[in-house]
């Protein structure tokens, strides 16, 4: 068990910085992802703490153990590679058992150890098989067993399921949450999908140019994302923005949108007062665009009028694609509505869910 | 109905199986029978004719690919135009027939006429007799020469010598290739590196053997030596030789032999290795390394079982190359000071001794040396072909 810090971490290829001035500190027992888009730098900063890549500048801990200059055998981490990296010539026995015997753990040890991460991943059957004979889903359940047998301080997983098939992922998400609970180890994973960050992890880094943009629970990155780029890439459909200007008349604070605007709750307005009558971007999540006709209890609504372009029937919602002169957005509708392509109609926003950030900065305005 | 259509099909079979086969044989024959008769004219025409040498080059060529292509494509519409049952049982043997039938008069044919002359005496079997009269003439000796391939003193020779070849010449090559190739990769100089271990195999054996002389070269003791080795060898101290014919240590004196071909064939085996080790997949070693294998366990336990089936299809070419080995020694050292080797014996048997019938059985007891070698290595072929 240890804790993991990042100090003013850098890692540059040439000119480029693929990772600029990392800090987090990720406490033991922790589950954090990395989480971007592709060439964000998250898989880079793992490979740093894992030692598969030089740190350019600053520092990496694992514990209190400064690792900079420490080879990977020596750093106490398993990991689990994207494409499993399984040796093709051993069984899944051998897989598993290889590292333990380099690192000269008795036999009996390694066969316990091995039998019992087999139980737990439920793959004790396979143990005699080759890689080539397994099917995916297995070939990843053995990647991890094989970081389980070593009993590391840290686990490190790099997008270890963006090989498997949605369905398939989905249940692999749930045991990972399961593993990390039952082995109460520091886990650390990197993932380019943000449904696997915000299921799995105890926090979340978001990076972008490998810079980190937010480091937050699943639950504040959503409600309270802190620059455009978090608000967009966390949640799906993506956040609505539209470029805006935050106007008063008679005492109300309105986002003026040119083609609508909505007023502004006025718990709020005080917060915004300093950006009045500048541009702003104002955002709003399609899940509180809400058809008029079903609004849900305790909303602070707001009509804005448009004309329909598409819907996408999804069984348990409707979404619902707008388009106002200036402007596209979409509605999560509920699917009782009645919405028919190509009509006007106007949509609910939930203002009391609205964000807004500042157009140069693209900061959230708090 | 299945049922039904299964047994008509079965009652058939005698019949059209039989047809089949003499339309196969037929097609496997005739194909390159017409071809090679309208060679033959086209050859004809070509000898008297008057045009210029480069005209009838042209003629040639464009007579002879383009007649064979004609000639498949006349057969190919003919069996297409047949019903479809009998387009699919004869349209393969319109394409491989004529290999095959090309090859079994100009391999298959030889080799057992090599067989059969083995079981004569030096003059082979006597001329205009039948084949019983034959099997029933003094020069008829049975298996009395492969008796004497296995007991005599040269062939025993010559036998232990290829022995040494094929254990030093592929595991030196293969060993110093995978060491090349290794290095290879990790190095800045990587493309220069390996074009220049590559580079002998543009050699042939005979011009290798010749350069390779020049470096053995030998003068008395008190003369300048000219030969790279001695040179070295006198300059140090040492006693210039003829190395390749230094008696005293024979055997191991094949070894400045075998050191040529190493020095061809390292080369073949690195370029192959390279691109087999540039075939594992990165993570894998990085897996290695964080499961706490330093780079030598890396090398051992996850690299060399990686490229197996490249490390032992490239053994098994360069063992088949070493049991064929003939140049070299012919060139070196024509087989004296103890370096004769099965196909030297073969040469000197029959085309110097002008014993046919020992020559054929040295031959023939070569090719059944080959044979499970071969067929090993096709094995290991078709293998890395399916992974």
Redesign the interface.
Known sequence: MASVTYEHVYKRFGDVNAVADLSIEVADKEFLVFVGPSGCGKSTSLRMLAGLEEISEGNIYIGDRLVNDVPPKDRDIAMVFQSYALYPHMTVYDNMAFGLKLRKVPKQEIDRRVKEAAGILGIEHLLDRKPKQLSGGQRQRVAVGRAIVREPNVFLMDEPLSNLDAKLRVQARTEISKLHLRLGTTFIYVTHDQTEAMTMGTRIAVLKDGILQQLDTPQNLYDRPGNVFVAGFIGSPAMNFFEATLIQENGITYVDCKDFRVAVPEDRASTYKPYLGKEVVFGMRPEHIHDPDFPPPGITPALVPGKIEVTELMGNEVLTYFATDNHTFIGRFDPRTKVVIGTSKSATFDMSRMHLFDKQTEKAIR | MDFLSKFRERSQTPMVRLLSLIARVLFAVAIPAIAFYVLYLGFLFLRDSEASRGTIALVAIVWGVGGVAILFWIFNSFVERMPAAWTARLQPFVFVGPAIAILTWYLTLPALRTFWISCFDRNGPPAGLSFVEQISSNSFVGLDNYVAVFTERLMLEAFRNNIMWVVFGSTLSVAFGLVFAVLADRSSYEKIAKSLIFLPMAISFVGASIIWNFIYEYRPAGQPQVGLLNSIVASFGGVPRAWPQWVEIIPWNNLFLIVIVIWLQAGFAMVLFSAALKGI?E??I?????????EI?IFF??MI??I?GTIITVWTTIIIFTLKIFDVVWVMTGGQFGTHVIATQFYRQSFTAGNKGFGSAIAIVLLITVIPVMIYNLRQFGKQEAF
């Open positions: 997949p993570e894998l990085e897996a290695g390394r964080i499961d706490g294998a330093n366990q336990n996850i079982p990686y197996q």
